[in-house]
């Protein structure tokens, strides 16, 4: 099994991104707008916050508390498109179940949607690409499956590959997924379900990226259940995977939009 290491990745983008920054000229700003007190949430915007830092990316952060109203959370977003020292706003999800994620989202300027949500290319189907393409294998005819939880998600996935010369379907139904998965070249799972996918269920050479995250026995994992068979496989895992390419496409984006609005 080869393995594909998310932080070589992530370091080797963030390390062009700081040079980007650099020659413009220009401090890029990330706004972060956090509701509620989720654990991963915070601990997601932290390393976002991390990583910013050590590239020179400032980062302006609301935080709202569980009790918000979706009017505040939506006020907390304007606020952030007004200001002129932010090029790049998340809204880190989920939002407490009160909250219509939609319609917040939907507040954002798009010229400073950092995530990708309102046009363009969503930032996690943009670090699946990248972990797919550090494989060094062509993808251009390869047929890929994608194992979803969302059909908005697989729809995504599903045209992020196909520009990439990729054929690709994908299915919200686990236990329909098998026959196609052991015969795909490439296979993106984004399950959340633990070891759901067995690992000598791959075909030989196949690209399988991992973007599912689960908790088992105390311990982060994700879909693909290691142990058997995955020898002749390149794998991207969990933890160590698609995350840290996730934080470091954000931020390269962030910075882009910053250097663009600057620009004009």
């Known amino acids: 099994m080869a393995i594909l290491s998310g932080k070589k990745i992530a370091d080797a983008i963030l390390a062009q991104t700081c040079t980007e920054i650099e020659k413009s000229a220009v401090m890029p700003g990330l706004g972060i ?66 909250i219509d994620a939609d319609r917040v989202i939907a507040t954002l300027d798009p010229n400073k949607d950092a995530d990708g949500f309102l046009g363009g290319t969503p930032v996690f189907p943009e670090a699946i690409l990248e972990l797919a393409r550090s494989a060094s294998v062509p993808l251009s005819g390869k047929q890929a499956v994608i194992l979803a939880r969302s059909e908005r998600f697989g729809e995504s996935m599903k045209g992020v590959l196909e520009e990439a010369g990729m054929k690709a379907a994908y299915t919200t139904d686990p236990q329909k997924f098998l026959p196609s998965v052991v015969s795909a070249d490439v296979v993106v799972t984004a399950l959340g379900e633990a070891g759901i996918v067995r690992g000598d269920a791959f075909k030989k050479g196949a690209i399988v990226i991992d973007g599912g995250i689960a908790r088992k026995d105390g311990k982060t994992v994700g879909d693909v259940a290691k142990g058997e068979g995955e020898s002749d496989i390149f ?28 620009s004009r």
């Open 33 to 98: 707008v956090l509701v509620g007190n989720d654990r991963a949430s915070a601990l997601y915007v932290a390393l976002k916050e991390k990583r910013a830092g050590e590239i020179g990316i400032r980062v302006t952060k609301k935080i709202l508390p569980l009790s918000a109203t979706e009017d505040e959370v939506i006020q907390a977003v304007r606020s952030l498109n007004d200001d002129i020292s932010v090029h790049g706003i998340i809204v880190q999800l989920p939002l407490p179940a009160a």
């Open 235 to 262: 794998l991207s895992p969990v933890p160590g995977g698609v995350g840290p390419v996730t934080v470091a496409c954000l931020l390269r984006r962030v910075a882009r939009l910053a250097i663009n609005q600057v």
